[in-house]
Nanobody, 125 residues
């Protein structure tokens, strides 16, 4: 059974930084593209960033986070990270980790097969 467990969320002031982690169990991690999505009440879950299956591989970022967020992965630790700098109040959301076992980088919720439970990020003074 595949499990994705996020950690690292919390309350941070505007301009601050957080690093989210997503630990994967099971055998799929090394062959899966990994992504971070976020969701606020009443809105669709939206892509934040995605990274291909190999460390240092292709990445895609939402326009709203380009230059501020960095996605990375450590295949030896079965872990994906999202480093978030220069946080803004509009970054407040529940952040979800997701894994895609098919080839290619998916950008929509339907492209992903496995999901974590989510971690809350709140940016507020």
């Amino acid at each position: 059974q595949v499990q994705l467990v996020e950690s690292g969320g919390g309350l941070v002031q505007p301009g601050g930084s957080l690093r989210l982690s997503c630990a994967a169990s099971g055998s799929i991690f090394r062959n899966s593209a990994m992504a971070w999505f976020r969701q606020t009440p009443g809105k669709e879950r939206a892509l934040v960033a995605v990274i291909s299956s190999w460390s240092g591989g292709n990445t895609i970022y939402a326009d709203s986070v380009k230059g501020r967020f960095t996605i990375s992965r450590d295949n030896a630790k079965n872990t994906t990270y999202l480093l978030m700098n220069a946080l803004k109040p509009e970054d407040t959301a529940v952040y979800f980790c997701a894994a895609r076992t098919m080839l290619g980088l998916g950008t929509s919720r339907a492209d992903y097969d496995y999901w974590g439970q989510g971690t809350q990020v709140t940016v507020s003074s």
